[in-house]
């Protein structure tokens, strides 16, 4: 179920069941899916495209009436199972940006008297592009998080973030700056690239598939040959050509697990 003033969805967009979206307004991008029973509500969502939300998320939880409950999730962003996002204020979820599994994301918190001194904070939460805010990790009122970002598991985030660094605890600290992206070497990745083709063939193998599947890595592509077929995928432009058929996807959602999202006009599926 859909309530909006204003919608714009696009037509391939996959919702699952006991879905509740509730907004003024609403736009949601290309082959961004919504898993089963996810409720939103707030006044205006903005999600980019190929957005993966999974069940049970829930965006809402108090002021989600405010002019200033604002969701703004961008283009390749990852949400899991059990997440919370309270957007009593604005909340800013960058590209590339993976929230992992019971994550809560607060803009508000107050319950004991502030007359008597007791803490109280509100405030928009803003995450950069190519975060990695891990499973049951706290962000808190007021808080922004760089692009480019790793953040520990369980960790709990009351203040903000500098971009590039490795970050962790509780409270959530700077344990190295500047560490992210590294610069690999064309050997260091060549290496890691040839690894996962390895073990994506013994996958296959278990998978049962019996087509005769020869495929080679080389100037920053991954070439697929299955007899007169071919899907060439190129690890830098993120993008793939070529012929399209199960295995060759299985082989683009098997990447993207593995850390080498590729992108196209159709949602990722293995086999």
């Known amino acids: 179920m859909i309530k909006a003033e204003n919608k714009q969805i696009h037509k391939s967009v996959s919702i699952g069941e006991n879905v509740s979206i509730e907004c003024e307004s609403v736009k949601i991008g290309k082959y961004s899916k919504i898993g089963n029973n996810v409720k939103i509500r707030c006044k205006e969502l903005i999600i980019g495209d190929h957005l993966y939300m999974a069940d049970n998320v829930e965006i809402g939880r108090g002021g989600c009436t405010n002019p200033e409950s604002i969701v703004k999730i961008g283009n390749g962003v990852g949400i899991f199972e059990n997440t919370i996002i309270n957007p009593n204020s604005s909340v800013e979820i960058g590209d590339n940006t993976g929230i992992g599994a019971e994550v809560m994301i607060w803009t508000h918190g107050a319950w004991l008297d502030i007359t008597q001194g007791f803490p109280s904070d509100f405030g928009p939460v803003k995450i950069g592009k190519n975060v990695w805010l891990p499973a049951r990790s706290i962000v808190l009122p007021n808080v922004t998080i760089g692009d480019n970002v790793v953040i520990g598991i369980n960790s709990i985030v009351n203040r903000s973030l500098p971009d590039g ?26 290496e890691m690239v040839e690894g996962i083709i390895s073990d994506w063939l013994e996958l296959i193998k278990y998978k049962g598939v019996t087509r005769t599947v020869k495929i080679s890595y080389e100037n920053n592509k991954i070439i697929l040959n299955q007899g007169y077929e071919q899907t060439i995928y190129n690890i830098r432009d993120k993008t793939v050509e070529g012929e399209v058929n199960m295995v060759s996807e299985d082989l683009r959602d098997y990447l993207r697990r593995r850390g080498i999202k590729i992108y196209a006009d159709r949602f990722f599926k293995s086999i």
């Open 165 to 190: 660094c490795l970050a962790a605890g509780l409270p959530c600290k700077v344990i190295k700056e500047n560490m992210y992206p590294k610069k690999l070497s064309d050997e260091q990745i060549t």
